[in-house]
Each structure stands twice: as structure tokens, then as C-alpha cells.
């Protein structure tokens, strides 16, 4: 691997912020330092030549030229005795002064100590240097960061977009080993094949069992229907109606099986342009008749039946087989299911109302979840809405579930470009 990049790139990076550094020192003390310390010595030579004398023969003269002197340069001068007192008024903050000089008078010897002012030009320059190394800093974090992030966040940004693309549904692939990030990338790979490799064999063994089944399922439910019209006991009756009874809780099991193996399935969209009055006919002939002899009326309306939409046929079958078994299911004598399919600007609205119990409203935003169960009245289940959702999706749509005397259902699919219902 090569995990050294990224340290060579630091090392160079704060080799390269080091000399910026140095240079910035250097040309600060050359432009700025330098030339205070030469006005410090100009002035140091002119103020004890023309200024201020080594000796006077009173200390008023002395303060006199002091005070003069402190003037003229806008300096802040303090004398002190021989006891450190001092015997100005200035009140001095700063311990260090620029200069020093011991001044004697006919009676005594005073240390003269002369300070720039707070506005001074070297205390400008130490500021500046401060707020330089600041911005140095700063640009050297920049550069080093803008240096190093090819190496530091691309592996992360391909990591974070290999889970994104198998989240949806997307095959991550192994990368070249350059560093540790491409490393935890291709351990990830690894994991998501194995992943993919086990889902396969559960896919195949549920399959295998569910094929298994059906075959002796259907003949039961098949015999079980046919001894419905004999002339049975009172005793044999009964058994019979159990027998038929937990077949068909088998069947609703083996119906889950099939939704789970397709929602593991590659899907892909056949999309056929029809008419809405066609599909108002399917729904009709799947399950009015079936329904009603159920004591469940179904109902099938719309206002737009020379409409057109582009579906994927088999899909549409699916979505409308899950919603109306998860409506029946629920349902009661006088139970009710009612279709309605109506024009919403550039889709298709479609409307699956039943008068069941519904559905908790702190629940019913999950009821497109996979594998979703409620413990109340209506317990929905399985993958059947949560297949409904997807499909719909991949049609382009969207779903959406409230209470309204029952559950309702509603979707919207696009309408098809440059059809119209006439």
C-alpha cells in the first residue's frame, strides 16, 4: 500500500508553511523591525546631544528639558532617584524601556527611562506581527488541507457512494489497495458480496420450500372445496371447514413467500400505453364476482375513461391485487371497497377506499414499510403494500395512506406525453 502519501504530503506541506513562515519573520524584521531600531538610535543620539545634557545643576532644569523633550518626540520620559522611585507623573504599563541614560544634577543622580507612547510604531509592528502569524497559520492549515484532501476525503466520498449505491440496490466493486480508506472500501465490497451471496441461498431454499408446498396445498383446498357440497356430518362439516380454513392461512403464507421472492428480483418496467376504461374492465373482471360472493361490494368508478397512461401492465395487476386482498382481508359483512380513478393535472390519480377498521394514526406512515406489523384490529403484514410502493415508485408515482371511515390508499402516476383523453 501506498499509506506513506499521506504523511509525505504533511511533511511537505509544513516543510513548505515552515519557510513561508520564516520568510514572513525575515521580512518583518527587515522592514519593520530595523528601521524602528534605527529611529530609536536616531533619536537616542539627537534627544542627548540637543536635548537633554549627562549634567545639570538643578532638577528643575532637568525637568524642564524632559518635559520639552517629550514633547517635541511624543516619547513618555520617567525619572527615578536612586531608590527606584519614581518622580513623574506618567503612569507606565510597560516594564521594558527603549532607553536609558543616568543624568546627574549638583546634588544627586536620576535614571531617565524613555518609552514610545501606546501609538508608538513598534508597538503597531509587534500587533502586526501577531495578526500576520495569525493569517500565515491560516493559509498554511489551508494549503496543507487543499494539499492533502485528494488523499484524504476521495477514498471516503468513493466509500460513502459504494453504501448510497447498495442501499440502492447497485453492486459495489473492489478497488486498487493505495491506503487504509481504500482498504475499509474493499472490505466493504467483500462484505456485500457475501451479503448478496447468502440472501441468494435464502431466495433459493424459500423458493424451493414454497414450490414444495403449494402443489399438495392446492390439492387439499381443492378436495376440502369439494367436500363443501357433500352430504356431510354435523361433526365432519366442521373438521372439514378447519381443514379449508388453516389450507387458505397456509396459502396467505405461501403469498408472502412470493412477495418476498419479488422484492429480491432484478425488476425492470414494460411500460404499455392503455386506456383508463381498460383498466376499470380488469379490475371489474378479477374481482367483482369474487368479492360480492365474499358479501364485499366493489365498485370501480372514473370520469375519464378514454384517458391514456404509460404502465407497466403485470405491475399495475400487482399493486391493485395487493391493495384490495389487504382491504379484504380486514372486512366484515357489508364490507365495501371502492376504486376511484380521476384526472390531477399531469397524473392520474387513483383511489383505493374500503370501510374497514383502519389504521392507527401513529402507525399508518409505516404501513410501506417492509415486513411492517401492527397488533391492532388491522394488522397489516408482510411486503404486499411495501411491494405497492415500489412499484409505484418505479412507475414514477408516489403513494400516500390516511383514515377516512376505512383505510385509503391513494397514488399518482404521470400522465403519458402528447395523449389526451379525447
Known amino acids: 500500500?501506498?499509506?506513506?502519501?499521506?504523511?509525505?504530503?504533511?511533511?511537505?506541506?509544513?516543510?513548505?508553511?515552515?519557510?513561508?513562515?520564516?520568510?514572513?519573520?525575515?521580512?518583518?524584521?527587515?522592514?519593520?523591525?530595523?528601521?524602528?531600531?534605527?529611529?530609536?538610535?536616531?533619536?537616542?543620539?539627537?534627544?542627548?546631544?540637543?536635548?537633554?545634557?549627562?549634567?545639570?545643576n538643578s532638577f528643575a532644569?532637568?525637568?524642564?528639558?524632559?518635559?520639552?523633550?517629550?514633547?517635541k518626540y511624543k516619547l513618555i520620559i520617567n525619572i527615578e532617584d536612586i531608590n527606584g522611585k519614581i518622580l513623574t507623573n506618567n503612569n507606565?504599563?510597560?516594564?521594558?524601556?527603549?532607553?536609558?541614560?543616568?543624568?546627574?544634577?549638583?546634588?544627586?543622580?536620576?535614571?531617565?527611562?524613555?518609552?514610545?507612547?501606546?501609538?508608538?510604531?513598534i508597538?503597531?509592528?509587534?500587533?502586526?506581527?501577531?495578526?500576520?502569524?495569525?493569517?500565515?497559520?491560516?493559509?498554511?492549515?489551508?494549503?496543507?488541507?487543499?494539499?492533502?484532501?485528494?488523499?484524504?476525503?476521495?477514498?471516503?466520498?468513493?466509500?460513502?457512494?459504494?453504501?448510497?449505491n447498495y442501499k440502492m440496490g447497485k453492486k459495489?466493486?473492489?478497488?486498487?489497495?493505495?491506503?487504509e480508506f481504500d482498504l475499509?472500501?474493499?472490505?466493504?465490497?467483500?462484505?456485500?458480496?457475501?451479503?448478496?451471496?447468502?440472501?441468494?441461498?435464502?431466495t433459493r431454499i424459500i423458493a424451493s420450500i414454497s414450490h414444495d408446498i403449494k402443489t399438495p396445498l392446492t390439492s387439499i383446498i381443492g378436495y376440502s372445496s369439494l367436500l363443501k357440497d357433500q352430504n356431510l356430518n354435523e361433526e365432519a362439516r366442521k373438521y372439514n371447514e378447519r381443514i379449508n380454513e388453516k389450507a387458505l392461512n397456509i396459502k396467505e403464507i405461501l403469498l408472502s413467500f412470493d412477495d418476498y421472492l419479488l422484492n429480491q428480483e432484478e425488476l425492470k418496467l414494460n411500460l404499455t400505453l392503455i386506456q383508463i376504461k381498460d383498466i376499470v374492465s380488469e379490475l371489474n373482471n378479477d374481482y367483482k364476482i369474487e368479492l360480492e360472493n365474499n358479501n364485499i361490494a366493489f365498485k370501480v368508478t372514473t370520469k375519464i375513461p378514454l384517458e391514456y397512461i404509460n404502465v407497466d401492465v403485470l405491475k399495475m395487476k400487482r399493486i391493485f391485487?395487493?391493495?384490495?386482498?389487504?382491504?379484504?382481508?380486514?372486512?366484515?359483512?357489508?364490507?365495501?371497497?371502492?376504486?376511484d380513478i380521476r384526472d390531477n393535472k399531469n397524473n392520474i390519480l387513483f383511489i383505493v377506499k374500503d370501510n374497514g377498521p383502519g389504521v392507527r394514526e401513529d402507525l399508518i406512515g409505516k404501513i410501506f414499510d417492509p415486513l411492517f406489523t401492527t397488533d391492532n384490529s388491522r394488522k397489516i403484514s408482510?411486503?404486499?403494500?411495501?411491494?405497492?410502493?415500489?412499484?409505484?415508485?418505479m412507475q414514477g408515482g408516489s403513494i400516500k395512506a390516511y383514515n377516512d371511515n376505512g383505510l385509503t390508499i391513494e397514488f399518482l402516476l404521470p400522465k403519458p406525453k402528447g395523449k389526451n383523453c379525447k
Not at 391485487?321 to 376504486?339: D, F
Open 1 to 56: 500500500m501506498k499509506n506513506k502519501r499521506l504523511e509525505k504530503r504533511f511533511i511537505i506541506a509544513v516543510f513548505i508553511g515552515s519557510i513561508a513562515n520564516v520568510i514572513t519573520l525575515v521580512l518583518w524584521v527587515t522592514f519593520r523591525i530595523n528601521p524602528i531600531i534605527t529611529k530609536v538610535e536616531n533619536i537616542k543620539k539627537d534627544i542627548f546631544n540637543n536635548e537633554i545634557r549627562l549634567e545639570y
Open 61 to 71: 532644569n532637568l525637568q524642564k528639558d524632559i518635559d520639552k523633550t517629550a514633547k
Open 92 to 121: 507606565i504599563k510597560i516594564d521594558l524601556p527603549l532607553i536609558t541614560k543616568m543624568i546627574k544634577t549638583n546634588n544627586s543622580t536620576y535614571l531617565i527611562k524613555i518609552y514610545f507612547n501606546k501609538n508608538s510604531n
Open 123 to 164: 508597538l503597531r509592528a509587534i500587533l502586526e506581527l501577531i495578526i500576520v502569524q495569525i493569517v500565515v497559520v491560516i493559509i498554511i492549515l489551508i494549503i496543507t488541507f487543499i494539499y492533502t484532501k485528494e488523499i484524504v476525503l476521495k477514498p471516503i466520498n468513493l466509500l460513502i457512494e459504494d453504501i448510497r
Open 172 to 179: 459495489t466493486k473492489s478497488r486498487k489497495l493505495n491506503n
Open 184 to 202: 475499509i472500501a474493499s472490505e466493504f465490497s467483500n462484505l456485500t458480496k457475501r451479503i448478496e451471496e447468502e440472501k441468494k441461498e435464502q
Open 321 to 339: 391485487s395487493n391493495m384490495i386482498s389487504n382491504s379484504a382481508r380486514y372486512l366484515k359483512n357489508k364490507g365495501e371497497i371502492l376504486i
Open 382 to 393: 408482510g411486503l404486499g403494500l411495501s411491494i405497492c410502493k415500489e412499484f409505484v415508485e
